[in-house]
């Protein structure tokens, strides 16, 4: 098995297998952590080792599982874009591991938190690797349903109950309408892997699945519809959002750091694979008012999202809940791009997906030191920790002004590419950006002068725990490291990335030359 097999197995294997070894071990909770800490820190190693070869390769990498190539079999076509998002994921599961070691210090339960942690690691690399929509789905609910059950680790209270069966009601909708979508294109086309999905989207010849059947303008259209609604659940777009703001802020602090960094990016991607590969590039008339319409669709919501994220900010008391609205913002910001249909759009969606998953993680993992240190996630009851807390006070300054948009912090430089690539577009589109970004700061400010200029509710002495602290001031050089590196960053990863996915036919080529390796009777 080469690395792009491997990559998203060796978290499965670690998920599995570690239920019996906390049975061998009798529940040592050191080395339940440290087991954790190798299975995450291997994934890691492989995606780095990933990322190399596939941006030292001209074209897609791709596996195949079993030696099944497509369209028989299910494979993992790996392009840039999919490896970058990859290693960004890998790095930031590794790291929140780490934290995890002292925010989870008094919990019990930790080889269950650990098996379903390693297992939505597994689940969201198997989405940004695979090159089967079916197998898309597959490892979409394997990211949902270890989701699901970390926003209810903590079962005994009520809140966390009540948002994990909220969260999994809305998601099994979600999903339901996107394995409708599939019986639908795989009526029509006979196939649902996305090389071949292409190759007769733009009239192309596949091997073994034939020709399409019946009319595929109404197909697509029906089955883009689905798809793209359930991507819009699984990304909380408005009017899909109301699950959010409970199911993160109910979630352990680490978790939240995952689901509003990582799991949100699962719909746009998926958006992506969808509307830049298979429905990309130049299309019959009927296609191409279909996916117009889509993405005008997905524009205005996507504002509307940006818009209402930041104006729900400034209503809430519980800063979970604030950093979660904001979470709905930038998703708006990223639908925005990915419905223009244009390379800079997909250059500025890409760039803050990577920017906004590690500034949001760090703002959550903030959070959570301050929520470790008193119990409570009320604004008031966390203010004057700041002064007592450099290093937390540090990341959520750090975080803060990356997230709204001040440089030279990373998120800068993707909203100026996000600003400049709806501006191609509409003014008024362009100027969401910078309304929504004005209206989150005052509510970050806010935060911010509460945690450390507030007089405090009760006097207490506090610590910060070295291994929290450590992850904190790590995430905190990032949002500055790639701020300053941006250009670099951009014309090295990004524009390469975004050159080879909306490249549809040296995509479909390479599975197709695997394809013709196939000997049928």
Do not use: C
């Amino acid at each position: 098995m080469d690395v792009v097999g491997l990559t998203p197995v060796i978290p499965v294997i670690f998920a599995f297998a570690l239920p019996l070894t906390s049975i061998i071990v009798k529940g040592n909770r050191k080395i339940i952590q440290a087991y954790a800490l190798l299975g995450t820190g291997l994934t890691l190693i492989s995606a780095l080792k990933l990322f190399e070869l596939v941006y030292s390769s001209e074209k897609p990498l791709i596996y195949t599982f079993g030696g099944w190539t497509a369209p028989i079999g299910i494979i993992y076509e790996v392009d840039r874009t999919g490896a970058l998002i990859a290693l960004v994921t890998a790095a930031l599961m590794f790291l929140i591991a780490i934290y995890n070691y002292r925010y989870l210090e008094h919990e019990e339960g930790l080889e269950w938190y650990y098996t379903l942690y390693l297992g939505l690691e597994a689940g969201l690399i198997g989405v940004l690797l695979t090159g089967d929509a079916f197998n898309l789905f597959v490892m979409i609910e394997v990211t949902s349903i270890a989701a699901y059950a970390l926003v209810a680790f903590y079962r005994g209270r009520k809140d966390a109950v009540h948002a994990a069966l909220k969260y999994a009601f809305i998601g099994a909708i979600g999903t339901t309408m996107y394995f409708l979508a599939l019986g639908i294109l795989y009526g029509a086309f006979g196939t649902v892997n996305f090389a071949d999905l292409s190759a007769k989207v733009h009239g192309l010849s596949f091997p073994v699945t034939g020709s399409p059947v019946g009319n595929i303008v109404i197909a697509s259209g029906v089955a883009l519809a689905l798809a793209t609604w359930a991507f819009l659940i699984k990304a909380a777009i408005v009017p899909n959002h109301f699950w959010l703001p409970e199911a993160h802020p109910a979630a352990p602090s680490p978790i939240s750091a995952v689901l509003s960094g990582l799991v949100v990016n699962v719909g746009v991607y998926a958006l992506i694979r969808f509307l830049y590969t298979v429905y990309g590039g130049e299309l019959t008339p009927g296609l191409a008012k279909i996916v117009g319409t889509l993405g005008t669709v997905v524009i205005a919501l996507g504002a509307v999202s940006a818009l209402f994220g930041a104006l729900m900010m400034n209503a809430q008391r519980d800063v979970k809940k604030l950093i979660a609205y904001s979470t709905i913002m930038h998703m708006g910001y990223l639908f925005m791009a990915v419905g223009l249909g244009t390379e800079l759009g997909l250059q500025a969606a890409l760039f803050h997906i990577i920017n906004h998953a590690i500034a949001k993680a760090l703002l959550f993992l903030v959070a959570g030191m301050f929520i470790h240190a008193v119990g409570s996630r009320d604004i008031n009851d966390l203010a004057g920790l700041g002064r007592q807390m450099p290093t937390a006070t540090l990341g959520l300054a750090m975080a803060t002004l990356s997230l709204v948009g001040i440089p030279p912090f990373n998120v800068f430089f993707s909203k100026v590419l996000l600003f400049d690539a709806l501006m191609e577009k509409s003014l008024a589109l362009a100027m969401v950006i910078v309304v929504s970004s004005v209206t989150a700061l005052v509510a970050y400010m806010r935060v911010f002068y509460k945690i450390w200029l507030g007089k405090p509710v009760k006097n207490v002495t506090l610590k910060e725990p070295v291994s929290m602290g450590l992850v904190v001031l790590l995430l905190s050089m990032a949002v500055i490291v790639i701020g300053l590196a941006a250009p670099m960053v951009l014309q090295n990863y990004i524009e390469p990335a975004v050159a080879q996915t909306v490249n549809y036919k040296l995509y479909i080529q390479t599975a197709l030359e695997y394809a013709l390796r196939l000997k049928l009777p």
